[in-house]
């Protein structure tokens, strides 16, 4: 992956505040970017105050929901998929 750049579904390159993350992420990856541990991804999720989906057992998290996030647009409760 080094060196790889992802891109929108226009083709564009992602320029977000988290553009160097894939564009699906695992709790880790989504901790990682935010610099928080797991655990409190896995708490925003299950709370809806982060944008998620659950693939089976675990939660995924779109590159998109931590720019939310990050700019005060995340979700107030109840808006994630799955629990």
């Known amino acids: ?3 790889e750049r992802y ?19 695992s ?14 991804i896995r708490r925003l ?3 809806g105050q982060l944008r998620a989906f659950k693939l ?7 590159r998109v929901a931590l720019d939310e996030l990050a700019s005060g647009e995340a979700l107030q409760g109840g808006g994630c998929g799955g629990d």
Do not use: K, Q
């Open 7 to 25: 891109t929108t579904n226009a083709g564009e390159p992602y320029d977000g505040a988290f553009g160097f993350c894939p564009p699906i992420m």
């Open 56 to 62: 089976g057992r675990s939660w995924r998290v779109p």
């Open 45 to 47: 999720c299950r709370e």
């Open 27 to 40: 709790v880790d990856e989504a901790a990682a970017a935010l610099h928080v541990c797991a655990t409190s």
């Open 1 to 3: 992956m080094s060196g």
